[in-house]
C-alpha cells in the first residue's frame, strides 16, 4: 500500500529550515529533548526500482540553498532529495509535484497553486514517523495543509498544528525508535502497523 506523506506548499523553503523545524515537529510529537541528526542526502541513483548509489550527504551551503516547495522552470529545487535518521537506515524519500506546467507559472503567482511535497518513507516506525515531521514541517513552513495516505486518525486533520497536538505523546521518553514505535501504536486504525521498528543496521535504505 502506498503510505506516503503529503504536504501542499505555497510559498518554498530552504532544506536547513525544513529539516530544523522537522527536529522540533519530532519532539514534540515525541517527547523527546534530545534527537538524532536528520542528514539529507542528493543523487541517489536507481536501477529499476533498486537503489544502486546511495548519493551524497549535503553540506550546510548547500543545505541553506537548495528550496523545498519551488517547483517550476528556473527553479533552484533540487527533484531528488532523501532525508536519513543519523546512525540508521531508515530513509524518507522527497517527490515534488507541481500541477501547473512550466508555461504556466505565471499562472501559479495569480492563483497561488501549491506545489506537493510528497514524503515516502521506509515502511518502519522510525520512517513513517520521520516523515510524518518532515511533512507537518512542510506544511506549516510552506503556509499550506498536512495529508497522509494511512488511517492515523478516525476524522482527516490538514492543519499542521492541529494534527501535532492531536497526535503528540503525553509522557517522554528518551530512545528515539522506542518512542517511534509508542507513536505509530496509538492509531489503532493501522492493527500495529508498521510491524518493524527500524531497519537493521547494515539493511540497504529503500525509499525510493
Given at each position: 500500500m502506498s503510505v506516503d506523506l503529503v504536504a501542499t506548499m505555497r510559498v518554498p523553503v530552504p532544506v536547513d529550515?525544513?529539516?530544523?523545524?522537522?527536529?522540533?515537529?519530532l519532539a514534540r510529537l515525541l517527547g523527546m529533548?534530545?534527537?538524532?541528526?536528520?542528514?539529507?542526502?542528493?543523487?541517489?541513483?536507481?536501477?529499476?526500482?533498486?537503489?544502486?548509489?546511495?548519493?551524497?550527504r549535503l553540506g550546510p551551503r548547500e543545505?541553506?540553498?537548495?528550496?523545498?516547495?519551488?517547483?517550476?522552470?528556473?527553479?533552484?529545487?533540487?527533484?531528488?532529495?532523501a532525508f536519513r535518521v543519523a546512525g540508521a537506515q531508515?530513509?524518507?524519500?522527497?517527490?515534488?509535484?507541481?500541477?501547473?506546467?512550466?508555461?504556466?507559472?505565471?499562472?501559479?503567482q495569480e492563483h497561488r497553486e501549491p506545489v506537493h511535497a510528497v514524503f515516502s518513507p521506509t515502511r518502519t516506525c522510525v520512517g513513517v514517523v520521520t516523515a510524518t515531521a518532515l511533512a507537518l514541517a512542510a506544511g506549516s513552513l510552506g503556509g499550506g495543509?498536512?495529508?497522509?495516505?494511512?488511517?492515523?486518525?478516525?476524522?482527516a486533520e490538514s492543519d499542521p498544528a492541529r494534527m501535532i497536538e492531536l497526535t503528540?505523546?503525553?509522557?517522554?521518553?528518551?530512545?528515539?525508535?522506542a518512542r517511534c514505535e509508542r507513536f505509530m501504536r496509538q492509531f489503532t486504525r493501522l492493527n500495529g502497523w508498521p510491524r518493524d521498528v527500524r531497519l537493521p543496521p547494515?539493511?540497504?535504505?529503500?525509499?525510493g
Open positions: 529550515g525544513l529539516v530544523a523545524t522537522a527536529r522540533e515537529t529533548g534530545t534527537l538524532p541528526v536528520i542528514h539529507v542526502i542528493a543523487d541517489r541513483v536507481f536501477d529499476q526500482g533498486c537503489l544502486v548509489d546511495e548519493g551524497r543545505l541553506g540553498a537548495v528550496l523545498v516547495g519551488a517547483c517550476g522552470a528556473g527553479s533552484p529545487t533540487e527533484r531528488d532529495l531508515d530513509t524518507v524519500g522527497l517527490i515534488m509535484w507541481d500541477p501547473c506546467e512550466p508555461a504556466d507559472q505565471e499562472a501559479r495543509e498536512f495529508g497522509a495516505e494511512i488511517s492515523m486518525l478516525e476524522s503528540r505523546l503525553r509522557d517522554r521518553g528518551d530512545d528515539f525508535p547494515h539493511a540497504g535504505a529503500g525509499a
